[in-house]
């Protein structure tokens, strides 16, 4: 006997898709194995023309030919200890000097969590401060929304570095519900910030 399965509405397709690719981000395995596979490697090359900052820096410049911006991020989350958020705090130090000095528009984003978050919400911003310092004034460093649990603490040290810099920017997340109060919220921190 066959029993048909329902068909799925478009909503439904898309939370499901939506669920399939968050548990696939988080999953350890296929982080470290994924990019091993030829065809996954040429499905990302678009978004993720390279692992190293060289190659980053290659495809930004052909990208700003055709007038299309970038951002850089260094990929991963959730760093275990202080000096391996430094060492990413000096990744993306370096990452800013040697943009300025190539004379690319390129901006970069950052994980909170790479910065420190889980250790110290202090640190971290302390972190995120010295790469805010290192950039622009005309150039936003974006600060990228994570997963679920992060995203009050995320929204706190981004209020404190708008405070101090008006060209820090937040990357919120449209699937959450919550994400329309947030935008609501920040409002008039982005207007005292003058963007």
């Not at 820096?57 to 052909?62: L, N, P």
């Not at 970038?70 to 993306?92: I, M, P």
């Not at 936003?140 to 708008?162: C, F």
Request: charged letters at 25%; aromatic letters at 8%; proline letters at 5%.
């Amino acid at each position: 006997m066959v029993v048909p399965l329902p068909r799925l509405g478009e909503p439904h397709k898309m939370a499901l898709m939506r669920s399939i690719l968050l548990a696939a981000s988080q999953n350890t395995w296929l982080r470290e194995n994924a990019v091993n596979y030829p065809f996954v490697r040429r499905s990302v090359s678009r978004f993720m023309p390279g692992e190293s900052l060289d190659a980053a820096m290659q495809a930004a410049r052909g990208l700003e030919q055709k007038k299309i911006a970038s951002v850089f991020t260094n990929l991963g989350e959730n760093v275990k200890d202080r000096a391996e958020a430094l060492q990413v705090t000096e990744h993306y130090v370096e990452a800013l000097h040697r943009i300025h000095d190539s004379g690319l528009q390129t901006e970069i984003s950052v994980k909170l969590t790479q910065l420190g978050l889980d250790l110290s919400p202090d640190f971290c911003f302390e972190n995120l401060d010295r790469i805010i310092a290192q950039e622009q004034k005309d150039a936003i460093v974006w600060v990228d929304m994570e997963a679920s649990p992060y995203v009050d603490a995320t929204l706190d040290i981004y209020k404190r570095a708008l405070g101090k810099f008006p060209n820090a920017g937040i990357c919120l997340q449209a699937y959450l519900y919550r994400t329309q109060k947030d935008v609501e919220a920040l409002l008039p921190y982005s207007l005292r910030s003058g963007w």
